[in-house]
């Protein structure tokens, strides 16, 4: 199954690999060239198709639970001073996607999107500690009564050149449910509440809609 966000990419790119194959097989001869142009032009294809892959998750929808919004593996867990939102401390748990990973953004809890905004900006790498603030993102606020609100924010990386997020003001959403995507690799943050139990360490590989991130005791 593949996400929504991929068909015209792959749409585009299934028949540029057939015009490839017909044209290296056409006006190739030399037949080890030949062969090797048409699987660096298969394994381009099948990368397309990987990225934008979209694997069915069943949600064990849990209040008080914080799941992980994507895949990826966690490389921050920490207490900042949130400026944009909350403008105070906050826990930041980040999840740093690469390329070979499902770029599915998905709702970490159920509630309320009390706020939702794109902010345009650079395409530094994801791991840069100025990408959270300087890079194009997007941010989302979610409240419900367990947990009150957390903050997600989608950020483009350096081949991420676009970031797709279904989350608007004012309505409920359901964790696990589908919230956006990034295309071609990227990072989520989460901002926690102080106090908040976290249940994932550092260099932990996190499954979008499966992983518990943090617990509410």
Not at 8 to 23: E, G
Not at 149 to 170: S, T
């Amino acid at each position: 199954m593949f996400h929504k966000e991929g068909y015209k990419i792959i749409f585009i790119s299934l028949v540029s690999f057939i015009a490839a194959i017909i044209l290296i097989d056409k006006f190739i001869d030399i037949s080890w060239l030949k062969m090797a142009l048409q699987l660096v032009v298969l394994f381009f294809f099948v990368m397309i198709l990987q990225f934008f892959r979209n694997p069915k998750r069943i949600v064990s929808l849990n209040e008080n639970h914080i799941i992980a919004p994507v895949d990826g593996k966690v490389v921050v867990i920490e207490e900042v001073f949130e400026a944009e939102y909350f403008k105070d401390k906050r826990l930041q748990v980040s999840i740093f996607m690469s390329p070979i990973n499902v770029h599915v953004t998905r709702y970490a809890i159920s509630g309320k999107i009390n706020f939702s905004k794109y902010h345009p900006g650079k395409y530094l790498v994801a791991w840069h500690p100025k990408a959270s603030t300087e890079n194009e993102r997007t941010t989302i606020v979610v409240e419900n009564k367990t947990f009150g609100e957390i903050l997600y924010r989608q950020i483009a990386g350096a081949l991420a050149k676009r970031i797709i997020n279904y989350a608007e003001e004012g309505t409920q959403v359901i964790q696990g449910e589908d919230a956006g995507f990034i295309k071609f690799g990227s990072r989520v943050d989460l901002y926690l509440p102080l106090g908040t139990k976290i249940a994932v360490k550092l260099n932990d590989k996190a499954v979008g809609g499966k992983t518990i991130i943090a617990i509410k005791e």
